[in-house]
Every structure is written in structure tokens, then in C-alpha cells.
């Protein structure tokens, strides 16, 4: 074979390449559509409950596939959330682990992301997930998991990708420069790089996960989020 054609072959192969690269990384838009229609709500929701509003994006993502699935569309129920015995609220019916199990129903979307911030934290299972620091995102997806919030065994995963492929984390860190925040010990404590490596750990250690590393976050100062 002639060294042009040679040339031609690899540049063909190397375009072709590119071209699913690009078709891998494309962004969904209705994801992105579905995340400017709701960020600012996930970040309202972030600075009174202190949710990461990238963990609350990416599940109001995955659970309702952006908006789209036939539970979020009859429901406006964004984060899969049952009925479980305290709710007397409207409700509906529909296929998931079992047949015809129950689901929370509400009047809008924003009355589900009030709900979801609430049963996060009224829910026992859930309350270690507030030791650690609002901008932990990873640490959050693997508790979630953990404490059962969904059946699926690559749910922490596949949060963590929407974090990470949409850079969701950029509303973690606008909101918490947005909030008043001191450097007085408080009842919601964050540190960089020892103290939060060592809150994440013993928070996913007990509930089964290893130790895992975590990049530090915010300053040398203990900060109190007001």
C-alpha cells in the first residue's frame, strides 16, 4: 500500500474515533434544558436544607429522566419517592421493584423537590449524610446508596457520572459562597483534607463502605454554614 493511501486509512480511522468520542461525551439536551429549569431551586433548597444542590439535580435527573418518565409526568414526583406510611397526600400507582407500587403525588414539581429536601432530612436513615460537608458530592451519592435510598447497584455511580459530565458540583460551591459563612465551630462543621477525609470514612464505614480518598474543599478553617 502507497504511503498516501496509508495516510489517508490512519486519518480516516482517527476521524472516525473522534467522532464517536464526541458522540459519547455529547451532552443531553433535555438534561441540560432539565438542569436551567431547576438549578436555582436545587440551590434554594441547598442553602435551607443543606443538600448539595448537584445531589439533588442529578437524582431529580435520574429518577425522573429529566422530566420525562411516565411517574414524574402524571405525578410531578421528580425523585422516585414512595408513599411509605407518613404520607397522606395524593398518590399514584406504578411498576418498579414490585407491581403496582405507590408513589407520591403532588400539585407541582416544586412541591416534589420540598418534599424530597424534607425526606432527606426527617429520615433516620439519612441523617448521617448532614455530617458531612455540602460540597462532599461523592460522599453523598455513596451515602444515599448506602442507606438504601435506591435498589440499584450502580446508583452512587451513575449520580456521581451526572455530577461530573454536567458539572453540577459548579451549584454546590455558587451556593455556598452565596450563604453567610464564619469560622466559629458550629452544629454544621467542615474542614478541609483530615477532618472531612475522616468524616466521609466513618460515615461510609458504617454502613459497609471502604475508605475512600476525597480531594480537599474549602479553606483551612473550620466553617460554620449560617
Known amino acids: 500500500m502507497c504511503l498516501s493511501k496509508r495516510i489517508g486509512l490512519l486519518f480516516f480511522c482517527l476521524l472516525s474515533v473522534a467522532v464517536q468520542l464526541c458522540a459519547q461525551t455529547a451532552l443531553n439536551a433535555n438534561y441540560v434544558e432539565y438542569i436551567n429549569r431547576y438549578k436555582d431551586e436545587a440551590i434554594a433548597q441547598m442553602r435551607q ?6 445531589i439533588t439535580l442529578a437524582q431529580g435527573l435520574l429518577e425522573s429522566a429529566a422530566g420525562r418518565s411516565e411517574l414524574s409526568r402524571k405525578s ?21 421493584d414490585r407491581k403496582g407500587e405507590c408513589f407520591r403525588k403532588y400539585p407541582t414539581v416544586l412541591d416534589s423537590y420540598n418534599d424530597h429536601s424534607r425526606f432527606l432530612v426527617n429520615g433516620q ?4 449524610l448532614f455530617e458531612l460537608a455540602p460540597t462532599d ?5 455513596k451515602g444515599l446508596k448506602a442507606a438504601g435510598y435506591a435498589t440499584a447497584n450502580k446508583y452512587a455511580e451513575s449520580l456521581i457520572d451526572l455530577i461530573e ?3 453540577l458540583a459548579q451549584y454546590d460551591r455558587g451556593s455556598m459562597a452565596s450563604v453567610g459563612v464564619s469560622t466559629t465551630a458550629g452544629t454544621s462543621v467542615y474542614t478541609q483534607s483530615s477532618y472531612a477525609q475522616r468524616k466521609t470514612n466513618t460515615f461510609l464505614g458504617s454502613l459497609g463502605f471502604a475508605a475512600w480518598n476525597m480531594d480537599g474543599y474549602v479553606t483551612h478553617n473550620v466553617l460554620k454554614i449560617n
Do not use: E, L, M, T
Not at 90 to 96: G, K, L, P, Q
Not at 125 to 128: A, E, L, S
Open 49 to 54: 436544607y443543606h443538600i448539595p444542590a448537584s
Open 125 to 128: 436513615r439519612y441523617q448521617g
Open 137 to 141: 458530592y461523592k460522599g453523598w451519592a
Open 76 to 96: 410531578n414526583n421528580h425523585f422516585g419517592i414512595k408513599c411509605h406510611n407518613d404520607w397522606n397526600g395524593d398518590r399514584v400507582y406504578a411498576d418498579d
Open 165 to 167: 459530565r454536567y458539572d
